[in-house]
């Protein structure tokens, strides 16, 4: 038996035990994404009745729902960016509250001490290799940042979980780990689809593919529309692509296998995509296991504006929720209902521009409909009171709906007014310049 094997059997305790050394008033951080603990919450929920104001920390709530959840009275549950199922434990239950991040800082936040303190770290890894090192899998993120700051570190071993090669802080070594504790071997991650995209989200697609070049290097957000893009893509005649993203989603697959993303232009991480998380369906999670087309950085490396504008003629595609006609964007609330988080947009969209003949694209559809069957325009004079900025004016670039692609950074309000009114749906442009001429922002001699 070698000795990691030996410290390795040392460590390895049921999740009952290792859970014990959470107390009341502790901080627990889930770790990102994949890496929330399933074992290792069960354990901690059925200690409730014992435990009081302990915070949980975890970004994005994937399945299954955590079970500390069901107990508010004894977990104040803390999410740093939106899923559907934290939109559910909120709204229907009251449960969970947004955690507001730069993501290319959260790593410095851990280290600089600028987050609160992690008394505990509970997160899922793969199963340990020869060398002692314990792969994080599909959620690098600012996770070893907070292992470093923590005052204990729990790994939950999944043996189901890829092993993502990387390029920085990708595994944590048993030395630095003070219990294991090993999940069934049939604990399946979860399974996320990329859901097909509409009739709309393949006209934005095609409308931003059309601003591709061959060799550009490009990030896609989550959602129809990105992966639309994905599989446009990877029909076309472009060449010589890369990519660097936060998210490496499914769409990235289908650009990589057609040969059309190949990473031979790129000035940095050469025919490989860096990311900071997986996240989507199986077949991406079979793609990465071993695959050095992708590898795994941390946060502070992937989302870092400096970093991505060394990458010539970069292509950023995110999804909104609304933009106004002043040009803000909101990708993340409904009035006061928290639906999404800010994530990585702020970093890619500033990134993007400065790169060398880089783009920022900013995309949504021109409607929506309502619980109450009524269609909505997304393009509004000004957003509902409580709404969040995520991308203030100044910064915004190209806006993208099915109606076209307008670039509006370096214009005047009235301009920008006049471009986003022409992207609308058509059923709501007559009462948008309405508005734009009682804000002050339009001109008589406009086009109508």
């Not at 792969?135 to 979980?161: K, W, Y």
């Not at 990708?331 to 970093?347: H, R, Y």
């Not at 709404?387 to 100044?394: D, E, L, N, Q, V």
Request: aromatic share 8%; hydrophobic share 40%; net charge negative.
């Amino acid at each position: 038996m070698s000795r990691f094997s030996r410290e390795y059997s040392q460590k390895c305790v049921p999740a009952e035990e290792a859970v014990k050394v959470i107390k009341s008033g502790d901080v627990v951080d889930y770790g990102f994404f994949n890496g929330k603990p399933v074992v290792c919450d069960i354990a901690l929920a059925a200690r409730h009745e014992e435990l009081r104001d302990v915070e949980i920390h975890v970004a994005v709530t994937l399945p299954p729902v955590p079970e500390v959840v069901k107990h508010p009275e004894s977990f104040v549950y803390h999410d740093l960016q939106f899923s559907k199922i934290s939109r559910v434990l909120q709204r229907d239950f009251n449960v969970g509250f947004y955690y507001p991040i730069m993501y290319h800082q959260a790593p410095s936040w851990f280290r600089e001490g600028v987050a609160p303190h992690r008394n505990v770290v509970i997160c899922t890894v793969c199963p340990m290799d020869a060398h002692g090192y314990f792969n994080l899998g599909l959620h690098n993120s600012a996770t070893l940042a907070a292992m470093e700051e923590s005052d204990c570190v729990i790994v939950e071993v999944n043996p189901n979980l890829p092993v993502c090669p990387g390029g920085a802080e990708e595994a944590v070594h048993i030395s630095a780990v003070d219990y294991v504790v090993e999940a069934p071997a049939d604990l399946a991650l979860a399974d996320l689809p990329s859901p097909e995209p509409n009739e709309q989200e393949r006209t934005i697609a095609e409308l931003i593919v059309g601003h591709i070049k061959d060799g550009s290097c490009i990030q896609l957000g989550i959602g129809g529309m990105p992966n639309a893009v994905g599989k446009i893509i990877a029909q076309s005649d472009l060449k010589n692509l890369g990519g660097h993203t936060e998210m490496l989603s499914d769409a990235y697959v289908d650009m990589i296998e057609s040969g059309r993303m190949n990473g031979s232009k790129k000035s940095l991480d050469r025919y490989r995509v860096p990311y900071t998380f997986a996240m989507g369906s199986k077949r991406l999670y079979d793609f990465v296991d071993n695959n050095p087309a992708a590898a795994s950085y941390p946060a502070d490396y992937t989302n870092d504006p400096r970093v991505i504008a060394q990458l010539d003629n970069f292509i950023s595609i995110n999804n909104a929720l609304q933009v106004d006609l002043y040009t803000q964007v909101n990708a993340e609330s409904l009035g006061t209902n928290q639906v999404s988080g800010n994530g990585g947009m702020w970093d890619f969209v500033i990134g993007s521009q400065w790169s060398k003949g880089g783009k920022s694209f900013i995309c949504l559809t021109s409607t929506f409909t309502n619980s109450k069957g009524e269609l909505q325009s997304r393009i509004l004079p000004t957003f509902a009171p409580g709404s969040i900025t995520t991308i203030p004016r100044h910064m915004t670039d190209y806006v993208v709906t099915e109606y076209g692609a307008v670039q509006v950074r370096a214009q005047s309000t009235w301009k920008r007014a006049e471009l986003m009114i022409s992207i609308a749906h058509p059923d709501f442009r007559e009462n948008l310049i309405k508005e734009a001429e009682a804000m002050k922002i339009w001109r008589h001699s406009n086009k109508k």
